[in-house]
């Protein structure tokens, strides 16, 4: 009896044994193939990835910008600040533009007698018949700017010595103004002169009076615009020689030679002053015989008498 108990639990674990060899088997078998079908897809998935290959295009564009970056490494750095100064510049612009919708001008209508105000940018007032005939001092000037304001009693005490002189303060501060489309400012204020027929003369000194006052009186002194024939034969008494240029102030901003002209006259107004340049009216300068625009004729105080 014992002995058919023992044979029998011997046969027991002789199956239970051979039942867990094979499962184990089996499962070897199924990681096996679960392996090898993974294997079978990477490579397959590493076989079109190489075979995929970048348009030629794409290649020649990333070398082109490659080369150039390494080449050109400052150039690129200096490229990149200057868009974003520039941009940063159009925001604080566009920003101030938006804030200051209704100009603010900086000489309110009748404080200042003599003088004008523009505070829209305009220049509608440089009429080429008033360039003929006058003279302008323009102070540009942004209301929001500290320095424009305190120049405010130096251009008005100006105005008042020179009276000879017109004088208007423009904003010039809207990128979109007619103003800063003309004079392009990047610093406030900004003392142009404009004399007739010639075009501007901008002032880079010191914004005090005394300076200013220098500038107004030095800048014009070249040549002296007469307006009829008596000023005219003043000069040819006083003065042995005298130059006249024929220019039609009244033709325009830029009359060829008048720029020479005037170089000529500063130059020997301040060497000597002995023969004084002349620009009469073109009108009335028919005595004097400027037969065409361009004409200089020197004349002597004996042809005159």
Request: hydrophobic content about 40%; aromatic content about 12%.
């Amino acid at each position: 009896m014992e002995e058919k108990s023992a044979t029998a639990n011997n046969d027991s674990d002789t199956s239970t044994s051979t039942c867990s060899s094979q499962l184990e088997t089996q499962s070897k078998k199924l990681q096996s193939s679960y392996l090898d079908s993974t294997c079978n897809d990477l490579e397959v998935s590493q076989n079109h990835f190489d075979s995929a290959k970048p348009s030629s295009f794409f290649i020649r564009f990333h070398g082109a910008i490659s080369m150039f970056y390494s080449k050109n490494k400052e150039l690129v750095v200096v490229l990149c600040l200057s868009a974003l100064w520039f941009l940063s510049n159009i925001t604080i612009l566009r920003s101030k533009e938006v804030r200051y919708q209704q100009y603010r001008p900086l000489f309110p209508a009748g404080e200042h007698l003599a003088l004008a105000d523009h505070p829209d940018g305009s220049l509608g007032f440089l009429h080429p018949l008033n360039r003929s005939r006058q003279d302008y001092l323009l102070m540009l000037y942004a209301p929001w700017d500290a320095e424009s304001v305190q120049a405010k009693p130096t251009f008005s005490s100006l105005a008042l010595l020179n009276p000879q002189l017109t004088f208007a303060a423009v904003a010039c501060w809207n990128v979109s103004s007619e103003c800063w489309q003309r004079f392009r400012t990047v610093r406030f204020p900004a003392f142009v002169l404009l004399l007739p027929g010639l075009s501007e003369v901008a002032y880079s000194g010191p914004l005090d009076l005394t300076h200013l006052q220098r500038f107004l009186t030095e800048a014009p002194l070249g040549y002296r615009t007469v307006r009829s024939d008596a000023e005219l034969l003043k000069f040819t008494q006083l003065y042995d020689n005298v130059l006249i240029g024929c220019y039609n102030l009244s033709a325009g901003p830029a009359i060829p030679g008048l720029h020479q002209f005037y170089a000529a006259s500063v130059h020997a107004f301040d060497m000597f002053a002995s023969v004084p340049f002349l620009l009469p009216e073109f009108d009335t300068s028919d005595k004097f015989q400027c037969g065409h625009n361009g004409q200089i004729i020197l004349l002597r105080s004996e042809d005159v008498a």
